[in-house]
């Protein structure tokens, strides 16, 4: 039997904090991963908090097995040592059948859990998952006495939660959102690469052949575009927020740019930044151009109410691009909010 709806935002615990019923407003460009077991990597977090939107302590992949208590523990002494302001403090914990979870989340809840935005949730199979993250969360708010809910992000890295996906997005009022997870997603599907993220050089189509020249085209596809699709569906579905994961290939600037832009404009919010070069790109892609938002605003302009149809610039525009312009002008004044340079480009 399913919960009815009004008790979806009941709390799961006597004295936990009444859960959201909106996505606190918030930009989310890029995600940027810290070690917290690296000691200067932590000393680098006081001067990266006003250049990036989201700091993540990472636990879990990339930490070995013999770091992962130091890991925890950095990570709690990096949020009591800094003032995070408008920038987000989440963290990845261990996937839930491994040993080291339940001392993440109970420790870092006890420790930090007032500073702590989002739990970043890895390997996430089904709304049960959620389910026992959602409940143990309530438990121990109630216990610390939070004032507010931490809220959940399910990384999409297996087949089965790609089977599942729009049952994971509506399992919680806690849901943040969700992340593309290209590598764990490859293995569990068994698919033949071993790159995180990004194109492929073998996946692609051949055009028809050329009569004269006997010649043949190669266009390189996208190996991630169906499922960024089905995961922004169910985001937009749900009203939560799709994020591109990683890409691991620090040294193709262009190619992760690129697959950035692709998911921006399949409606992602951001994308994770594993190096400090990610960092301007995923600022650059995921703030709308300016010529676009100077668009969007004479759009917004000559139809106040969204209703009608107006010609600007030779190109016709109705309610259904009213829609599209008010969501890139509210983006723009978002990183406009934060960012003095980019407001001036685009006119606010």
């Given at each position: 039997?399913?919960k009815?709806?009004?008790?979806?935002f009941?709390?799961?615990?006597?004295?936990a904090?009444?859960?959201?019923?909106?996505?606190?407003v918030?930009?989310e460009?890029?995600?940027?991963?810290?070690?917290?077991?690296?000691?200067k990597?932590?000393?680098?977090v006081?001067?990266m908090i006003?250049?990036?939107?989201?700091?993540?302590?990472?636990?879990e992949d990339?930490?070995?097995?013999?770091?992962k208590?130091?890991?925890?523990?950095?990570?709690?002494?990096?949020?009591r040592?800094n003032?995070?302001g408008?920038?987000?403090?989440?963290t990845r914990i261990?996937c839930?059948n491994?040993?080291w979870?339940l001392?993440?989340?109970?420790?870092?809840?006890g420790?930090?859990?007032d500073?702590?935005d989002v739990?970043?949730l890895?390997?996430?199979?089904?709304?049960?998952?959620?389910?026992?993250?959602?409940q143990?969360l309530?438990?121990?708010?109630?216990?610390?006495?939070l004032?507010?809910?931490?809220?959940?992000?399910?990384?999409?890295e297996?087949?089965q939660g790609v089977?599942?996906?729009?049952e994971?997005?509506?399992?919680?009022?806690?849901?943040?959102g969700?992340?593309?997870g290209?590598?764990?997603?490859?293995a569990s599907?068994a698919?033949?690469t071993?790159?995180v993220g990004?194109g492929?050089?073998?996946?692609?189509?051949?055009?028809d052949?050329d009569?004269?020249t006997a010649?043949?085209q190669?266009s390189?596809?996208?190996?991630w575009?169906?499922?960024i699709?089905?995961m922004?569906?169910?985001?937009a579905g749900a009203?939560?927020?799709p994020?591109?994961?990683?890409?691991g290939?620090f040294?193709d600037?262009?190619?992760?740019?690129?697959q950035f832009?692709?998911?921006f404009?399949q409606g992602c919010?951001g994308a994770w930044?594993?190096h400090p070069?990610?960092?301007?790109?995923a600022r650059r892609?995921?703030?709308?151009?300016a010529?676009e938002v100077?668009?969007a605003?004479?759009?917004?302009?000559?139809m106040?109410?969204?209703?009608g149809?107006v010609?600007?610039?030779?190109?016709?525009?109705?309610?259904?691009?009213?829609k599209?312009a008010?969501?890139?002008a509210?983006l723009?004044r978002?990183?406009?909010d934060r960012?003095p340079?980019?407001?001036a480009?685009?006119?606010f």
């Amino acid at each position: 039997m399913m919960k009815l709806p009004r008790q979806f935002f009941e709390p799961l615990a006597i004295g936990a904090p009444l859960p959201m019923r909106e996505l606190p407003v918030q930009l989310e460009r890029m995600i940027h991963f810290i070690p917290p077991h690296i000691e200067k990597m932590r000393a680098k977090v006081p001067d990266m908090i006003n250049s990036v939107d989201v700091i993540l302590g990472n636990l879990e992949d990339a930490i070995p097995a013999d770091a992962k208590a130091d890991a925890r523990a950095g990570f709690i002494q990096m949020a009591r040592d800094n003032d995070f302001g408008q920038t987000g403090l989440w963290t990845r914990i261990n996937c839930l059948n491994s040993p080291w979870v339940l001392d993440d989340i109970t420790e870092i809840v006890g420790e930090v859990g007032d500073k702590l935005d989002v739990i970043m949730l890895p390997k996430v199979e089904g709304a049960w998952d959620i389910h026992y993250l959602d409940q143990l969360l309530a438990q121990l708010e109630a216990r610390h006495n939070l004032q507010k809910p931490i809220m959940i992000h399910a990384i999409l890295e297996t087949a089965q939660g790609v089977n599942n996906v729009e049952e994971i997005a509506t399992a919680s009022p806690r849901m943040h959102g969700m992340s593309l997870g290209p590598a764990d997603l490859a293995a569990s599907r068994a698919m033949k690469t071993t790159r995180v993220g990004g194109g492929h050089p073998d996946y692609g189509v051949l055009s028809d052949i050329d009569e004269s020249t006997a010649a043949r085209q190669f266009s390189q596809g996208d190996l991630w575009h169906y499922t960024i699709a089905r995961m922004v569906d169910a985001c937009a579905g749900a009203d939560i927020k799709p994020f591109y994961g990683p890409f691991g290939d620090f040294s193709d600037n262009e190619a992760c740019e690129q697959q950035f832009k692709n998911a921006f404009l399949q409606g992602c919010a951001g994308a994770w930044t594993l190096h400090p070069k990610q960092i301007d790109i995923a600022r650059r892609v995921f703030s709308p151009p300016a010529d676009e938002v100077i668009f969007a605003r004479k759009i917004l302009a000559a139809m106040p109410d969204g209703t009608g149809a107006v010609m600007i610039d030779g190109k016709m525009q109705d309610d259904a691009t009213w829609k599209q312009a008010r969501i890139i002008a509210d983006l723009a004044r978002m990183v406009a909010d934060r960012d003095p340079e980019l407001a001036a480009a685009y006119g606010f």
